[in-house]
């Protein structure tokens, strides 16, 4: 069952995903339940010095992110991405197994927007997805009227 369109303001660009994970697994599931969500595209980063690269080339509309991951954690890639001014305003999501509070509270010290733990429920995870990109087109479509305003 498809879940209603997730599409850029312009109707023409599907939101893009970028899921950092270096377990295949962890990749496929999140990939089959972003294919639920009409209007998303999704790309695979193995690891986190590929993630800043891909990010650098071509911003995501969202980041999937685990924590355990080989050449930089998880916790390092957010910190650095909401450290930089070009890709603060991402909407981050931690995807991972890792389950205590002190987890959670490095994530979000990091500046992860969200946090989920495997397994997880997946109609949680889409409609958190879902709020998140709903978020980062408002704040576009704001961005853009304040920039038009200005000229």
């Known amino acids: 069952?498809?879940?209603?369109?997730?599409?850029?303001?312009?109707?023409?660009?599907?939101?893009?995903?970028?899921?950092?994970?270096?377990?295949?697994q962890n990749v496929e599931l999140l990939q089959a339940y972003l294919e639920e969500i009409e209007g998303t595209e999704s790309r695979i980063a193995r690891d986190g010095l590929e993630a800043l690269q891909a990010v650098t080339q071509d911003p995501p509309d969202l980041i999937l992110l685990d924590i355990m991951m080989p050449n930089m954690s998880g916790f390092e890639v957010c910190k650095q991405l909401k450290g930089n001014p070009t890709t603060r305003h991402i909407p981050?999501?931690?995807?991972?197994?890792?389950?205590?509070?002190?987890?959670?509270?490095?994530?979000?010290?990091a500046g992860a927007d969200d946090f989920l733990t495997r397994p997880f429920n997946r109609i949680e995870f889409i409609a958190r997805v879902r709020s998140l990109l709903r978020i980062r087109e408002m704040r576009r479509a704001f961005k853009q009227r304040e920039s038009t305003q200005e000229q």
Do not use: C
């Open 1 to 24: 069952m498809k879940v209603g369109p997730m599409i850029n303001a312009d109707d023409a660009l599907p939101a893009k995903v970028l899921i950092v994970d270096d377990n295949e």
């Open 92 to 109: 981050i999501i931690i995807v991972t197994a890792l389950n205590e509070s002190s987890d959670y509270e490095r994530g979000m010290e």
